[in-house]
């Protein structure tokens, strides 16, 4: 068998190049990356990256294996893949098989962000406590009005990261529960109703109307209780926080024959604010971990910016969907639809 028929059996995109170092051959996966029209055309022509060019020209003139990166730019998003080139027993060139790692690469990138940005969020409550620790062991030793202020605020800050690493851990329970889906029957309209109760004194302190609708009968559907519980107090408090002083937050509940998102019969949980509404432009990046309209203003409301990475999280797991729609200057609507059956 020719190694021309070989690369057919092969799945991920693979090359030959033959002793006069032109590509002699690709698979369909290579055409897919090259085209067709590279074959015949010399090696060097096609993949232009320094590195794995001379990683080529080494095994061809060694006979010995060898391993290089090469980086596609061709495509909207950027692939990397990790190249095996393989000398041919058979007869003198190499084959060269390409491994698609971008996701492997993107995992990387995406763990190195959240740690840094985890470390960011640490970081700013440290050295506000380490700055006033250091003010009341020297200029303000003796000052009893500001020991008492400086104290209130190394409380809030410490609270501060205490809700940060609570937020971080039901991050990690909720990813690794992810693939399994909730057993056991919940009502909904009770879980929605005990949230949004729990949240009362929160509501009138913001000055926030806090109403019900559509809970008078219970709703039953597939679902952890915890975490449902988890979902609806975010949207909740959210709501208060960023639905400002005046205004009234509304949470309804409506059962669906069809949900089309769903694909089947579901329950509604939307949770509607008269607030400052959202930039369109922010709607589609909410749920990203540490994503927030405003770092400063939420940061000044003790949010850590994963609540809404959380709630996407246990509604993926509920096979739910979340959809946000937002009008500025009127207010922002987040519901949550979970299937019932
Ligand atoms: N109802 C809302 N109205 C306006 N903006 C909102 C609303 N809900 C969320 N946001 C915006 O989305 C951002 C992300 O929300 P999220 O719940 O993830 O974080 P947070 O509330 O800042 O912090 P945390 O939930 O961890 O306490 C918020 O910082 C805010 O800018
Ligand atoms: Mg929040």
Redesign the pocket.
Known sequence: MGPETFIKAIPMACAVIGEDERIRALNVAGEALFGSAVVGRHFAAVLRQPALLDRIEGALASGRPAQSRYVYTGAARERTFEVAITPMESEPGVILAFDDVTALAEAGEMRSEFVANVSHELRTPLTAISGFVETLRGPARDDAAARDQFLTIMESETRRMHRLVD?LLSLARVEDTERLRPSGEQDIAGLATSAAQSLNGHAAEHGVALHLEGMDEPVFAPADPDQIMQVFT?LIE??I???GAGGSVTVSLAQVAHDPRLRGPGVIVAVT?T????DERHLGR?TERF????THR?RGK????????IVKHIVNRHRGRLRIESTLGEG?R?SVALPTA
Do not use: C, H, M, W
């Open positions: 937020d975010n959210n709501a926080k960023y639905g604010d607030g400052e509404g959202i909410l994503y927030r309209v405003d939420s003790g949010g850590t910016g994963l609540g809404l990475a922002s987040f």
